[in-house]
């Protein structure tokens, strides 16, 4: 009885009790959402153009943020900063094309994958080679104050992210459905051998890709960075971007936004409201959870495509 | 050619079936038998239903309509694992081999369904474990022997040629010792001699042990030769039944392959 | 020359299905056993065998786990730290809770348990395939720490929070606990390895491990020839969480002595387990013991060559360095020789057997 009262009762109560704190834990799920968002959104870049699953992209993020964190520490102007760590990116982007992703065409799926958290050691030694393995502050001039509206506490730095998110991926959408290099991605994600065979130059495509995706990683590096801290722990969000994923199946940006905001908000409003009665930290695995019980019903994800066997 | 065959009473019925994915229908109402011991054909254009049709007798697809009867029991609808159990076997139009594994133990998998003792008895793997598997491995080898593939038992499958890979899915339908074998284009892609054998092996198959065939294949030489009956289906539908000299003078047929004769 | 097959024919189905059906290579085992149980025991101390050989065994056990499920039956699984966990709690509970209960018996036991939970969470299999079930064992890996982690009665109420193996005895040896001597750890922990090794090798040449490759070359075709895809993936999640929470018993009581749950994280065992299996080559026993082999040696190499030869590498800069030579060292097999060590290993095995013949 009491752990139903717990499981069932107790929670919406609370909600019902104070809707503006409600409000607040949601929206403070979204802002967490949009973070994921932006990490999500890599991999769909990544995973639509090639068929790749990056598993490495969480590394790139912490990467991207180390590098531009370590620019900064020697003096360099913020400006100048990101320009070069867009180019060290890309550069990367051009050492995986030329000396993993050639050798791997058409492997199956899992391969990649592996190889991609093998990329992912890589990133994460060398890195914290490079610049050191303390937290640092990353300060990129936006600004961090809290206001309230309508009794509703918000975060300054949450909304310049939402927006910066917002805008990145209009413009991604863009690329995509009207250029015909976003037509060229979506057929070397099909099938890499057939779109090598229609003249689709793949590695410049792989190169292109690569890079944009590390553009991304770097934004969401900055905007995580910012609000958190550069850590090694940011590598670990390449894992909490696997629910996202999944609710909004791999190959759809509309999907990574979605996904990403919803498990947000799940995860916060869990953590919040359940949390206490099983001693806290359900966030851990409750993303997890929530796209395992979705897949069972929907495998192929929100937003992805069903697939029909055929013999 | 002509067989003496011991052509027995019908063993499958195929009553009325419709087959449609969504929006498309790839099979209407379609009607015919089968009987024991006989080589069935199902020709038509491509596109015409063929390989659905086989995909519904052994419970792959399940009819929207109609009902399938084999041996006696009506099905709606057929789990694969029971159509396999029951004694239908096939091969299909890509080859389902199992790439990583050689030919010998593709060749045993089709053994799969009699092998009954469990895994506890494997991790020891004596006495009953290694009687049940020596017993099923001879069975094997007489399928490899009679398909003359002994000298490639241990090469994994995803090596070999083409025409080889077919013979040795072929293999694997038979280990089961089925009662139907279903062929789906099993000369396809083969030259001339290929085909020679292979027809030779599925007449050998019918002869000896008495198997029922129902067979898809775009070869008219091939089907003229060596079936019993031919079924004729074009976009979804049965537009002709009968022996195979009939049902090549028939007009629909005719101008349903556009009055291309294969030879 | 010498390792020749000439003039050795094999006359019966039953010496052709033998695990080595070259005498050469009986020899070999046989001497690998006397190695392993004779010679190492008089020549290692102390430091080998509690940093070398224990871990390298009880990790080659989990290895060959994880291989029956990923590399046998195909199923990808990242929550090997999470079975190994079910069987080290499970076996602390029970040893606890029944100290008179032969270790031997506890630690089979937890081994059905893990197998229990494992079949559990391999129900998503038949619906959710490939790269997707990779993701639902990482809901597996999270929970079951989270579980463990939380729920005290898991840990005794033990105000830190970890587990500590009691001292068992086995045939009146002290087997387990503080004051157990590193020699009789070890056999313990060997006596498993190669029971346990046996065993899935003959459950791989028979009809399950056939069963298993089929479901996971192409499990449709699977399906159409006969073969339960349910059965036979629960199974395979089965065996496998079975090895891994043996596995996971031995971690705590053979080696660590005690742990808290983060010993079984996702960066600790999930993800080396999965390399071990990658490197060595998956499906194939002997790979799986050969990766955990390279995985257990690597740190050990890192940390005693470079001084050998003069240079000093501070330990961060060693743990980095190690993190990259792994990066590379998997993209390079999967390049190279997605096959692993084992398809190395067997090539080698070719060469020798034209030596000194080149073709």
């Known amino acids: 009885m009491e752990v139903l009262n717990t499981f069932f009762v107790a929670p919406f109560l609370d909600m019902a009790d104070s809707p503006i704190f409600l409000l607040e834990v949601v929206i403070g799920g979204l802002m967490a959402g949009v973070m994921y968002s932006l990490v999500a959104l890599g991999f769909v870049l990544i995973y639509k153009a090639s068929g790749v699953f990056n598993y490495a992209q969480g590394a790139m993020v912490l990467f991207a943020a180390l590098t531009l964190v370590g620019l900064m520490e020697h003096h360099v102007p913020l400006f100048l900063a990101i320009i070069l760590t867009m180019m060290v990116m890309v550069g990367v982007a051009f050492l995986i094309e030329r000396y993993m992703l050639r050798k791997l065409v058409n492997q199956a799926q899992i391969i990649l994958f592996m190889a991609c958290i093998g990329l992912n050691f890589v990133f994460e030694g060398a890195g914290q080679i490079a610049w050191g393995s303390n937290v640092k502050k990353l300060d990129v001039g936006i600004p961090e104050n809290a206001f309230e509206v309508g009794g509703v506490l918000l975060d300054t730095f949450d909304l310049w992210a939402a927006v910066i998110a ?35 130059p793949l590695r410049t495509i792989w190169v292109i890709v690569w890079s944009v995706s590390g553009f991304v990683a770097l934004v969401a590096g900055i905007m995580w960075g910012g609000k958190a801290g550069v850590q090694f722990s940011l590598v670990l969000i390449a894992l909490k971007a696997l629910p996202v994923l999944i609710l909004g199946g791999f190959e759809s940006v509309p999907g990574a936004i979605i996904g990403g905001l919803l498990i947000g908000v799940f995860e916060k409003v869990s953590e919040v409201y359940w949390g206490p009665a099983f001693g806290g930290a359900i966030e851990g695995w409750f993303g997890y959870m929530a796209a395992l019980v979705f897949l069972m019903f929907r495998p192929q994800g929100l937003f992805g495509e069903k697939i029909i066997e055929r013999v | ?186 000369m396809a892609g083969m030259n001339h001699e290929e085909k020679e054998d292979m027809c030779r092996y599925i007449l050998d198959v019918n002869e000896e042990f008495g198997t029922t065939i129902v067979l898809i294949e775009h070869d008219m030489s091939v089907v003229m030769d060596i079936s019993d009956r031919v079924v004729v289906l074009d976009y979804g539908e049965k537009i002709a039944d009968g022996e195979p000299d009939d049902v090549r003078a028939n007009q629909r047929v005719i101008d349903a392959y556009l009055g291309v004769q294969h030879d | 020359m010498f390792y020749r097959e000439a003039g050795q024919f094999k006359s019966t189905y039953q010496s052709d299905q033998a695990i080595f059906p070259i005498a050469q290579d009986r020899w070999f085992m046989a001497l690998v056993l006397v190695v392993a149980y004779v010679a190492i025991p008089m020549a290692a101390d102390e430091y080998w065998f509690q940093a070398v050989l224990i871990p390298f065994y009880v990790l080659a056990l989990a290895a060959i786990g994880l291989n029956i499920l990923t590399g046998y039956a195909g199923q990808v699984s990242l929550g090997t730290g999470a079975f190994m966990a079910v069987g080290a709690y499970a076996t602390y509970k029970l040893s606890t809770a029944f ?90 922990v060997l006596t498993f390895l190669v029971v346990f090794a046996l065993a899935a090798k003959n459950m791989a040449r028979g009809h399950i491990g056939r069963a298993w ?147």
């Open chain 3, 213 to 359: 490759m089929a479901i996971r070359d192409m499990d449709i075709a699977a399906e159409i020839i006969g073969i339960r895809p349910l059965h036979t993936k629960l199974l395979a999640f089965g065996v496998s969480s079975f090895y891994c929470g043996v596995a996971g018993a031995l971690y705590i009581f053979c080696w660590l002595g005690s742990a808290e749950t983060e010993a079984f994280d996702i960066l600790n065992i999930s993800f080396p387990v999965l390399f071990m299996i990658i490197i060595g080559g998956l499906g194939s026993v002997l790979g799986s013991i050969l990766g955990a082999a390279f995985i257990t040696l690597l740190p050990i190499f890192l940390t005693n060559a470079p001084p050998a030869i003069g240079i000093h590498l501070g330990t961060e800069l060693q743990k980095n360095i190690e993190e990259i030579i792994f990066g590379v060292m998997i993209i390079f097999f999967l390049i190279v020789e997605p096959a692993g060590f084992n398809r190395l290993w067997q090539i080698t095995k070719e060469k020798m057997r034209m030596w000194p013949f080149p073709y």
């Open chain 1, 166 to 200: 917002a805008t990145m991926v209009a413009v991604l959408a863009v690329f995509f459905q009207k250029t015909s290099i976003g037509r060229a991605l979506r057929a070397v994600a099909d099938d890499h051998q057939a779109a090598l065979s229609v003249g689709i």
């Open chain 3, 99 to 188: 100290p008179e209960l032969n270790i031997v018996i506890v630690f089979l036991m937890s081994g059905m348990i893990a197998a229990a939970v494992g079949m559990i969470f391999g129900l998503p299999s038949l619906r959710i395939k490939g790269f997707y079930l990779a993701v639902a064992t990482l809901a597996a890996q999270f929970f079951i720490l989270w579980v463990f982690n939380k729920v005290e009665w898991f840990f005794n109420y033990s105000p830190s929070g970890t587990i500590t193996a009691p001292p068992r005895e086995l045939f009146g040896y002290l087997v387990t606990g503080p004051r157990a001597e590193p020699i009789a750890r070890y056999y313990v």
């Open chain 2, 1 to 186: 050619m002509s067989q003496e065959r011991r052509i027995g009473d019908v063993i499958l019925n195929v009553e009325n079936v419709s087959l449609s994915f969504g929006g498309v229908k790839a099979l209407t109402n379609i009607s015919f038998d089968v009987r024991e011991g006989e080589v069935r054909a199902i020709i038509g254009p491509n596109g015409a239903g063929k390989s659905s049709m086989l995909n519904c007798i052994n419970g792959f697809y399940k009819p929207t309509e109609g009902k399938i009867t084999f041996k006696g029991e009506s099905h709606a609808q057929m789990e694969t694992h029971q159509a396999a159990s029951q004694g239908i076997a096939r091969t299909f139009q890509n080859i389902a081999l199992f790439r990583g594994m050689t030919t010998l133990d593709n060749v045993m998998t089709g053994r799969n369904l009699k092998m009954k003792k469990n895994f506890l008895w494997q991790a020891l793997y004596y006495g009953p474990a290694i009687k049940e598997e020596l017993e099923h491995r001879e069975a094997a080898e007489r399928v490899i022997d009679f398909l003359e593939i002994e000298s490639i038992r241990k090469t994994v499958v995803g090596r070999l040629p083409y025409g080889l890979q077919k013979r040795v899915e072929l293999a694997r339908a038979l280990a089961a010792e089925p009662e139907i074998l279903l062929l789906d284009e099993p």
